[in-house]
């Protein structure tokens, strides 16, 4: 791998740096392995912290990666999907290296549609940035959105930890003004931008009843259809008709809040 040329780069803080164009065949769908070599101890890193694969430092497993961003692949002209999101979408409640995502699940099913990049991370809000999870959805629009080769559609799928996670944002509309400006941001940029209702999360540790009706609320105002291009109403297909503040029961992965990969597998039958 070179850098205009070159085998070696150094990488100001904060900054990206892309490499030259390499050759190498991926089979469609196929797994990719990237591998560094630094040449000595770095201090702090940037990192994802978990992306429910493994990778090793050496001969240590971690599901942490360090320093790559990603890979951009030719798509033969095939535009891009990417989906702004929190945990649910990172992968949280499936099973690590199985590629059962909903973005993963959505790819499989629809080879010939958009390529789908996921930019799902723990924790993400709307809102407020936060010192373990990382920026927000809007501070890291331009960085991550943005810089998704041949752009077309966004997907926003934030919302649930702008509720349930302390500091919660018991205002719904401060959570819908946050949407439209990434609504706006992204009309700027000519893309089409798709939404998607907040899930139920009755069983997850920091539910209240309150909190479930911001949620309510937001998704009352979102299906009145006056604020995405089009919206993708997960909560409506993943809610037990017994008990519409939690997930049904086969989609549950057993936190309340996650769904499992069946659950994902609906998800990604919205799109």
């Known amino acids: 791998m070179l850098f205009g040329g070159e085998s070696q780069v150094v990488l100001a803080a ?22 560094m070599h630094l040449p000595g101890p770095t201090g702090p890193l940037s990192f994802h912290r978990n992306v ?3 990778g090793y430092i050496g001969d240590r497993p971690t599901n942490s990666v360090f320093l790559l961003t990603g890979v951009d692949v030719p798509a033969n002209g095939r535009a891009s999907l990417a989906v702004l ?4 979408t990172e992968g949280v409640g499936t099973p690590d290296n199985a590629n059962l995502r909903w973005p993963d699940q959505y790819a499989a099913r629809f080879r010939r549609r958009p390529a789908i990049s996921n930019l799902g991370i723990s924790g993400n809000r709307v809102l407020l940035d936060d010192a373990r999870f990382g920026p927000s959805g809007q501070s890291r629009f331009d960085r991550d959105v943005l810089a998704v080769p041949n752009l077309r559609t966004l997907v926003v799928f934030l919302g649930i930890n702008d509720i349930q996670q302390p500091p919660s944002q018991t205002n719904p509309q401060q959570i819908l003004d946050g949407y439209e400006q990434l609504v706006r941001r992204a009309h700027d940029h000519d893309l089409e931008v798709i939404g998607a209702t907040i899930g139920p999360f009755k069983g997850w540790i920091r ?6 009706q911001v949620r309510n ?31 049904r029961p086969t989609f549950n992965s057993g936190d309340g809040l996650h769904p499992n ?7 990604a039958a919205t799109l």
């Open 207 to 212: 539910y209240t009843a309150a909190l479930d």
């Open 261 to 267: 990969p069946t659950g994902a597998r609906t998800i």
């Open 217 to 247: 609320d937001v998704n009352a105002i979102l299906r009145r259809g006056h604020l995405f291009d089009r919206l993708l109403d997960v909560d409506a297909a993943l809610r037990d008709p017994a008990d519409p503040a939690q997930l």
């Open 85 to 88: 999101g929190d945990s649910i």
């Open 52 to 54: 429910h694969a493994t």
């Open 14 to 35: 904060g900054a990206t740096v892309v490499s030259d164009p390499v050759g190498i065949a991926v089979p469609d769908g196929g797994d990719l392995a990237v591998s």
